[in-house]
């Protein structure tokens, strides 16, 4: 099975930050590589697919990058909204797997 | 519009069954492949399973985790999914979201709606 591992597992910043977060991938995922934001009691929502394409209606404030192993998600200037938990997730193959998930809070 | 709505958690003891059910609405569900994603009280995501659609001959796969125990299948003609999990584990217990997948090549088919889940709580 492929392993995803994010990082950090919990992020404090302020409204205005420019955040990263990183995902690791224990083999290559092809750019099979999705970004969802979940917010408390609700269902995920998708980010980013193929590692860098913004699903639409997202806002353009997000972004993702990298290739075969490492990918990162940027949010380049944090709002009120989009403090919630991302997942990275690859769908490479039949098994699809998330990674454990990035808690990002108010400092 | 898009519509997922998961039926039949519940509360039910260790080493019984459970049939969970989507119904879709706002699209024609026989086109999309339809994945069970699942989510432990404060954990994270765990994908549970998928099955294809029709001319794919409905090819279905699992997580290490519930192989062997639960089994996805879906009625076309109801525009319906299911879970049917049995010798359910206390591990087991999460909300149980339903989640169609994007048409199209495989770099498309990310998790693109999902309903709101059903809780099942596994526990004597």
């Known amino acids: 099975d492929i392993q995803m591992t994010q990082s950090p597992s919990t992020l404090s910043a302020s409204v205005g930050d420019r955040v990263t977060i990183t995902c690791r991938a224990s083999?290559?995922?092809?750019?099979?590589l999705a970004w969802y934001q979940q917010k408390p009691g609700k269902a995920p929502k998708l980010l980013i697919y193929?590692?860098?394409s913004l699903e639409s209606g997202v806002s353009s404030r997000f972004s993702g990058s990298g290739s075969g192993t490492e990918f990162t998600l940027t949010i380049s200037s944090l709002q009120p909204d989009d403090f919630a938990t991302y997942y990275c997730q690859q769908y490479d193959n039949s098994q699809s797997t998330f990674g454990q998930g990035t808690k990002l809070e108010f400092k | 519009e898009v519509q997922l709505v998961e039926s039949g958690g519940g509360l039910v003891q260790p080493g019984g069954s459970l049939r969970l059910s989507c119904a879709a609405s706002?699209?024609?569900?026989?086109?999309?492949?339809m994945d069970w994603v699942r989510q432990a009280p404060g954990k994270g995501l765990e994908w549970v399973g998928r099955i294809r659609n029709k001319a794919n001959s409905y090819i279905t796969y699992y997580a290490a985790s519930v192989t062997g125990r639960f089994t996805i299948s879906r009625d076309d003609s109801q525009n319906s999914l299911y879970l049917q999990m049995n010798s359910l584990k206390t591990e087991d217990t999460a909300v149980y979201y339903c989640?169609?997948?994007?048409?199209?090549?495989?770099?498309?088919?990310?998790?693109?709606?999902w309903g709101q889940g059903t809780m099942v709580t596994v526990s004597s």
């Open positions: 193929k590692a860098s």
């Open positions: 706002g699209f024609t569900f026989s086109d999309h492949y």
């Open positions: 083999q290559n995922v092809n750019n099979w």
């Open positions: 989640v169609r997948i994007r048409l199209g090549p495989t770099e498309l088919k990310t998790f693109e709606f």
